[in-house]
């Protein structure tokens, strides 16, 4: 009988990320000081990151070495398991193998650790003692919750308020952990304050939970901020996936033909993709594919330009697919997928044709998700639904097209702590929200005051 799982001993484990900027057929687009309209230096991101850490973001090196440290605490649970997706399969009755990265074995429960190790290691490593950021669903927050409690950081999560009242759990984990976790909008930050003055009623954004946190973190002492997602060093660490499932899948004699991920800010997609991505570039005939909410469609329908990260206009501007940075997202239980932009790298991969992306509504997310839970077993994350919602089109494709697939996925989290979503879908009362076309000219007109790309 074939292997339905395959796993890497301990040393099999990659020792290096890979970082895409080296072998891009022409280079991203700089960050733009919002001021100057110029590209930013290091100095300027020195209040909110490490030196160490931007010098990561701006590297050209197609290998960074993991060190040791960080090896150690990604050795609890990784190299994670890749699956053959047997029972989903069959369920599906389409030509095609399906493999997925198990991501949902973290000790948080989802691919966010995988970052949030090394950012607390490298803070600690430059002598800062406390991190701020911002979480969507939770599963960051929790990630770099714990990520501080091994390196001995203390942490502060600014948790969207619309999934700190969905999710209390993931409260209590980062308690448990030993962060702080506040409600945001909150009243901690000027910008959470004047936030709260014009929408007292508001789900918040992630938009807004980042402003407080680099608010935070420029305010205070020997503290530094952190983004779970988007920058180009959160998506290199997540390369380990990608670089993992290599090996397994070359272990097996396999080669995909698609490779997917659920998009939010886009760092578990890079995450899988971008070792095949290298591939592509070196004439390899892979497709790669996002998989995105269509209430929060910044790749698939949003213009690339210059725009901020948060709401507040703390961050530089960065060139990227964007809603507009004032954008509030329909409170859907894929908080994580609710962020304005997309990674600079995921836009700028999209954009020289070397990915494509497609968008999913909420229920036909969760009808895949469930359809994967009564096969599989495992319960995903409603964000990892949107991935299954994409493998679930991929397959019906291969069947009207005649063809056989290898088709290999990022199952980017479990969603045992979002049963209230699930429970909401199976009594009848999720929301399928679209976008208006008058989002998408708002955010046209939103960016058209900041310089081209
Ligand atoms: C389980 C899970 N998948 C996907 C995402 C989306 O984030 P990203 O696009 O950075 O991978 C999140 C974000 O919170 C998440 O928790």
Excluded at 92 to 104: A, D, R, S
Excluded at 260 to 284: E, M, Q, T, W
Excluded at 345 to 358: D, F, I, K, Q, T
Aim: one cysteine or more.
């Amino acid at each position: 009988m074939d292997e339905t799982k395959v796993v890497l001993s301990d040393h099999e484990i990659p020792r290096q990320w890979y970082n895409i900027q080296a072998d891009l057929p022409t280079p991203l687009p700089p960050p733009l000081h919002p001021g100057t309209g110029q590209p930013v230096g290091p100095e300027d991101l020195a209040p909110i990151f490490p030196m160490n850490i931007i010098a990561q973001d701006v590297s050209q090196e197609r290998w960074i070495d993991i060190p040791d440290e960080v090896l150690g605490k990604y050795l609890l649970w990784r190299p994670s398991p890749l699956y053959r997706a047997r029972n989903f399969e069959k369920l599906l009755g389409c030509p095609v193998k399906i493999y997925f990265k198990h991501e949902g074995l973290s000790p948080a429960g989802s691919h966010k650790p995988n970052a949030a190790i090394p950012m607390a290691y490298y803070n600690r490593e430059f002598g800062i003692k406390r991190l701020t950021t911002e979480t969507g669903a939770g599963q960051w927050g929790s990630a770099l919750a714990m990520a501080c409690q091994m390196f001995g950081l203390a942490c502060r999560v600014y948790m969207v308020r619309v999934s700190f009242e969905q999710k209390p759990y993931r409260r209590m984990l980062m308690n448990t952990w030993g962060a702080e976790c506040i409600p945001s909008p909150s009243s901690l930050t000027v910008s959470g304050r004047d936030f709260l003055a014009a929408h007292p009623d508001s789900p918040g954004s992630l938009g807004v939970a980042i402003s407080e946190a680099v608010e935070d973190a420029v305010t205070s002492e020997n503290t530094r901020y952190s983004l779970g997602s988007v920058l180009n060093h959160v998506l290199m660490y997540q390369t380990i996936i990608g670089l993992e499932a290599e090996k397994q899948l070359e272990k097996i004699g396999v080669y995909p033909d698609v490779v997917l991920g659920c998009a939010g800010g886009g760092s578990n997609f890079a995450g899988v993709s971008f070792p095949f991505v290298r591939d592509k570039i070196h004439g390899k005939d892979v497709r790669i594919v996002a998989a995105e909410p269509t209430s929060c469609p910044s790749i698939t329908r949003a213009p690339y330009a210059y725009d901020f990260g948060d709401l507040a206009r703390k961050t530089p501007l960065l060139a990227m697919h964007t809603l507009g940075h004032d954008f509030v997202p329909a409170p859907i239980h894929a908080g994580g997928l609710r962020y304005h932009g997309m990674a600079p790298l995921v836009s700028h991969v999209v954009r020289l044709g070397l990915a494509e992306a497609r968008a999913y509504n909420q229920l036909e997310t969760f009808d895949a998700g469930v359809k994967w839970a009564r096969s599989e077993g495992y319960v995903p994350a409603p964000e990892t639904n949107h991935v299954i919602a994409a493998v679930v089109d991929e397959a019906r494709r291969a069947k009207e097209e005649g063809k056989e697939k290898v088709i290999l996925f990022n199952w980017s989290g479990h969603g045992l702590i979002d049963l209230t979503a699930y429970d909401a879908y199976l009594s009848g009362k999720l929301t399928q929200y679209e976008l208006p076309e008058e989002e998408i000219e708002r955010a046209i007109r939103t960016t058209s005051a900041f310089p081209k790309p």
